[in-house]
Protein backbone atom coordinates (compact mmCIF):
# COMPACT_ATOMS: atom_id res chain seq x y z
CA UNK A 1 0.00 0.00 0.00
CA UNK A 2 0.95 3.44 -0.83
CA UNK A 3 2.03 6.17 2.55
CA UNK A 4 -1.26 7.85 0.81
CA UNK A 5 -3.58 5.10 0.97
CA UNK A 6 -2.17 4.46 4.41
CA UNK A 7 -3.13 7.82 5.90
CA UNK A 8 -6.74 7.36 4.50
CA UNK A 9 -7.24 4.37 6.18
CA UNK A 10 -6.28 5.39 9.49
CA UNK A 11 -8.42 8.77 9.11
CA UNK A 12 -11.34 6.29 8.66
CA UNK A 13 -10.26 4.20 11.33
CA UNK A 14 -10.15 7.60 13.45
CA UNK A 15 -14.07 8.21 12.15
CA UNK A 16 -15.18 4.91 12.60
CA UNK A 17 -16.77 4.52 16.64
CA UNK A 18 -15.95 1.35 18.38
CA UNK A 19 -18.87 -1.43 18.80
CA UNK A 20 -19.22 -0.48 22.29
CA UNK A 21 -20.41 3.17 20.84
CA UNK A 22 -22.93 1.92 18.84
CA UNK A 23 -23.85 -1.01 21.58
CA UNK A 24 -24.52 2.61 23.95
CA UNK A 25 -26.17 4.32 20.98
CA UNK A 26 -28.61 1.51 20.35
CA UNK A 27 -29.04 0.90 24.39
CA UNK A 28 -30.25 5.37 24.71
CA UNK A 29 -32.61 4.80 21.63
CA UNK A 30 -33.84 1.73 23.38
CA UNK A 31 -34.53 3.19 26.50
CA UNK A 32 -35.54 6.61 25.60
CA UNK A 33 -38.51 4.39 23.29
CA UNK A 34 -39.30 2.72 26.81
CA UNK A 35 -39.77 5.52 28.72
CA UNK A 36 -41.71 7.62 25.84
CA UNK A 37 -44.52 4.24 26.03
CA UNK A 38 -44.70 4.07 29.92
CA UNK A 39 -45.49 7.99 29.93
CA UNK A 40 -47.87 7.73 27.32
CA UNK A 41 -49.30 4.74 29.00
CA UNK A 42 -49.19 6.53 32.22
CA UNK A 43 -51.11 8.99 30.86
CA UNK A 44 -54.11 7.30 29.32
CA UNK A 45 -54.38 5.35 32.76
CA UNK A 46 -54.56 8.54 34.35
CA UNK A 47 -57.22 10.53 31.69
CA UNK A 48 -58.88 7.27 31.89
CA UNK A 49 -59.62 7.12 35.72
CA UNK A 50 -60.08 11.31 35.47
CA UNK A 51 -62.74 10.76 33.26
CA UNK A 52 -64.30 7.66 34.72
CA UNK A 53 -65.06 7.74 38.47
CA UNK A 54 -67.17 4.43 38.84
CA UNK A 55 -63.95 2.59 37.55
CA UNK A 56 -61.54 4.39 39.98
CA UNK A 57 -63.56 3.15 42.66
CA UNK A 58 -64.81 -0.92 41.39
CA UNK A 59 -60.64 -0.85 41.01
CA UNK A 60 -59.89 0.62 44.53
CA UNK A 61 -62.34 -1.52 46.16
CA UNK A 62 -61.29 -5.20 44.25
CA UNK A 63 -57.77 -3.84 45.12
CA UNK A 64 -58.63 -3.35 48.91
CA UNK A 65 -60.86 -6.46 49.38
CA UNK A 66 -57.70 -8.98 47.52
CA UNK A 67 -55.41 -7.40 50.00
CA UNK A 68 -57.57 -7.81 53.24
CA UNK A 69 -58.55 -11.24 52.55
CA UNK A 70 -54.54 -11.87 51.66
CA UNK A 71 -53.20 -10.57 54.82
CA UNK A 72 -55.89 -12.36 56.48
CA UNK A 73 -54.84 -15.54 54.95
CA UNK A 74 -51.44 -14.77 55.20
CA UNK A 75 -51.39 -14.33 58.74
CA UNK A 76 -53.56 -16.97 59.57
CA UNK A 77 -51.43 -19.62 57.86
CA UNK A 78 -48.23 -17.86 59.37
CA UNK A 79 -49.83 -18.08 63.21
CA UNK A 80 -50.78 -21.92 62.57
CA UNK A 81 -47.28 -22.78 61.35
CA UNK A 82 -46.01 -20.94 64.33
CA UNK A 83 -48.32 -22.86 66.90
CA UNK A 84 -47.45 -26.38 65.22
CA UNK A 85 -43.61 -25.83 65.47
CA UNK A 86 -44.05 -24.83 69.00
CA UNK A 87 -45.98 -27.83 69.63
CA UNK A 88 -43.37 -29.57 67.75
CA UNK A 89 -40.67 -28.39 70.19
CA UNK A 90 -42.65 -29.15 73.74
CA UNK A 91 -40.81 -32.43 73.03
CA UNK A 92 -37.21 -30.86 73.47
CA UNK A 93 -36.15 -30.91 77.47
CA UNK A 94 -34.74 -27.54 77.64
CA UNK A 95 -37.02 -25.44 75.29
CA UNK A 96 -39.88 -27.76 75.70
CA UNK A 97 -40.56 -26.58 79.54
CA UNK A 98 -40.83 -22.92 78.40
CA UNK A 99 -42.86 -23.47 75.41
CA UNK A 100 -45.12 -25.62 77.58
CA UNK A 101 -45.70 -22.55 80.00
CA UNK A 102 -46.35 -20.90 77.13
CA UNK A 103 -49.40 -22.73 75.42
CA UNK A 104 -50.46 -23.35 79.14
CA UNK A 105 -50.72 -20.15 79.52
CA UNK A 106 -52.40 -19.09 76.27
CA UNK A 107 -55.01 -22.26 77.04
CA UNK A 108 -55.61 -20.06 80.51
CA UNK A 109 -56.64 -17.18 78.56
CA UNK A 110 -58.68 -18.62 76.07
CA UNK A 111 -60.57 -20.42 78.90
CA UNK A 112 -60.91 -17.47 81.21
Known amino acids: MSEEQETKNRKLEKRREPPERDEMKKMEMLVSKLEEITTN???????????????????????GVS???????????????????????AGIPVVGEYIRNMLDIVANQRES
Do not use: C, P, W
Not at 41 to 63: F, G, P, Q
Not at 67 to 89: D, E, N, S, Y
Open 67 to 89: RGVGLTLGTALFLALLFFLLTQL
Open 41 to 63: SRMKDLAYHYTKTSEVIKTNLIA
